[in-house]
Nanobody, 124 residues
Framework: VRLQASGGGLVQAGGSLRLSCSAS????????MGWFRQASEKAREFVAR????????YYADSVKGRFTISRDNAKNTVYLQMNSLKPEDTAVYYC??????????????????WGQGTLVTVSS
């Protein structure tokens, strides 16, 4: 499956952005979807994950209550709504697809396909 992330940009602290990730090539609804991010000179880290039908979601503690992951299987798209953004949220954000069944949804090694990333910059 091919993934294309978009929606990044520059926003002030406290603001909001919505990232989108569109998929093509295979049946989107067969995959769990995740968002990861990588700040400059840091390792890539898990942000959020959503199950194939959208019933189950979970988040990194650092974004819980501020970010919301969702998906529209009819549009082959997964979203990441980011509210109350902080400067420490600045990173390149990646979407990724994971073939179930997988328990360790936070582990990037369990994801099969990756998008190219979209840069989010939060100014203070």
């Amino acid at each position: 499956v091919r993934l294309q992330a978009s929606g990044g940009g520059l926003v002030q602290a406290g603001g909001s952005l919505r990232l989108s990730c569109s998929a093509s090539g295979r049946t989107f609804s067969n995959y769990h979807m995740g968002w990861f991010r990588q700040a400059s000179e840091k390792a890539r880290e898990f942000v959020a994950r959503i199950s194939t039908n959208g019933d189950y979601t979970y988040y990194a503690d650092s974004v819980k209550g501020r970010f919301t992951i969702s998906r529209d299987n009819a549009k082959n798209t997964v979203y990441l709504q980011m509210n109350s953004l902080k400067p420490e949220d600045t990173a390149v954000y990646y979407c990724a697809a994971q073939t179930p069944p997988v328990i360790a949804g936070w582990d990037e090694r369990t994801y099969n396909y990756w998008g190219q990333g979209t840069l989010v910059t939060v100014s203070s």
